[in-house]
């Protein structure tokens, strides 16, 4: 099976699909508002590379080289490739199908390794959006496929002991939404953990602003129970990211009219707040929501369990003076006072140093030992008395 649509019960098969697909495939068979797509599946992948007899040639590379000369060379191999003929047929006719090819997608990678429990792949490969016609979705889908071979999800694997050929990789191919407003949705508060409260992050265009931490959104502190309006915050919002016309994105600045008002009203607060609570429900957990906006019509784009809410009460771990200057240096990257999504910014953003300087053996502590969140925000933990 080379394609997978959403609402195929073959999406709850992790194996074929990967986290991504399998998580959007449960979302749109609840009956929520998840825009329309289908997967490229790891069956297609794998046909790619034995028909291209890769492997042999991936293996040495592994073996002789170090993970960013090996990344390269196995990327520049799956680039130059021509994708087999079956499997370009099967991705265009479902192109085709999706809104009769007239949509703009975004071309995700979904690894199979990226929800396991002893291990998280997340966030490792690449995503392309407001892509546009058969041939560019195709190179985009090889592109995908390539990013699993980079330096860092590489090194990520042989440091967790976890076999390169275990590792497969589905590409998630969703229409695009020309979000008005897009944001973030944590239906617990992260910052006092309170479980009746939610909190929202928005800012004007697509949501990838707000997710990549490019813009200060406006906040929204809103109490479940009976809806109440707790407090809001206007953030700069001083670009906005939105479809170009032809391929891709595109960025520009945020009009002062729009940068001088709140981008949410109180009834699309009330929506986002009634779809958080039937997206828990249904999880059975606080979740982290990926939404937007597009004519009046709200959509839920992703989900995720919340993690800040466990790390925030871990106990601390002592850390060197030189480890604590690292940590502040990394922290003042981020605004003042830091908005819940940019926990996840520095983490990651840590995560990733500690990996570089493993390998000048330098040793820090995970990020989710020593990176907590408190009533101000982002802090280091425990940090040593001068």
Request: glycine share 6%.
């Amino acid at each position: 099976m080379t394609i997978a649509w959403f609402d195929d019960p073959t999406l709850d098969d992790i194996a074929l699909v990967g986290g991504k697909g399998t998580n959007l495939g449960k979302m749109k068979r609840a009956g929520l508002p998840v825009p329309p797509g289908f997967c490229v599946t790891t069956e297609a992948y794998k046909q790619f590379i034995e028909e291209m007899n890769f492997w042999a040639e991936m293996k040495l590379m592994l073996r002789n080289y170090a993970p960013r000369e090996a990344g390269n060379g196995i990327r520049q191999l799956l680039a130059d490739a021509k994708m087999p003929e079956a499997i370009s047929i099967s991705i265009r006719d479902a192109y085709i199908q999706l809104n009769k090819g007239q949509a703009p997608v975004a071309v995700r990678s979904s690894a199979t390794a990226e929800d396991l429990e002893d291990a998280s792949f997340a966030g490792q490969q690449d995503s392309y959006l407001g892509i546009r016609g058969v041939d560019n979705l195709n190179l985009h889908v090889q592109r995908c496929w390539g990013s699993l071979w980079t330096e860092r999800a590489i090194a990520y694997r042989e440091r967790n002991q976890y076999p390169h050929e275990q590792v497969s990789l589905a590409v998630v191919v969703q229409e695009m939404i020309a979000s008005d407003v897009a944001g973030v949705l944590f239906t617990a508060n992260p910052i006092n953990n309170q479980p009746n409260e939610m909190l929202i992050n928005a800012a004007y265009g697509l949501g990838e602003s707000v997710v990549s931490g490019r813009v200060t959104p406006d906040t929204f502190r809103v109490e479940r129970k009976h809806f109440r309006v707790l407090e809001q915050s206007r953030g700069e919002k001083a670009l906005r990211i939105d479809m170009d016309v032809t391929s891709g994105t595109l960025e520009h600045e945020t009009p002062e009219a729009e940068r001088e008002r709140l981008s949410l009203n109180n009834a699309e607060l009330r929506e986002l707040k009634e779809l958080g609570e039937q997206v828990e429900a249904y999880y059975g957990a606080p979740q982290d929501i990926e939404w937007a906006i597009a004519n009046k019509k709200l959509y839920l784009l992703q989900t995720r369990p919340i993690t800040s809410l466990a790390t925030a009460i871990k106990p601390a771990q002592k850390i060197s003076s030189t480890q604590h200057a690292i940590l502040n240096d990394l922290l003042e990257h981020y605004p003042d006072p830091p908005y819940p999504l940019d926990y996840a910014a520095v983490t990651d953003s840590y995560q990733q140093l500690v990996n570089s300087l493993d390998e000048f053996g330098i040793s820090l502590p995970p990020a989710n030992q020593i990176i907590l969140l408190d009533d101000d925000g982002l802090t280091s933990a425990n940090p040593p008395k001068p």
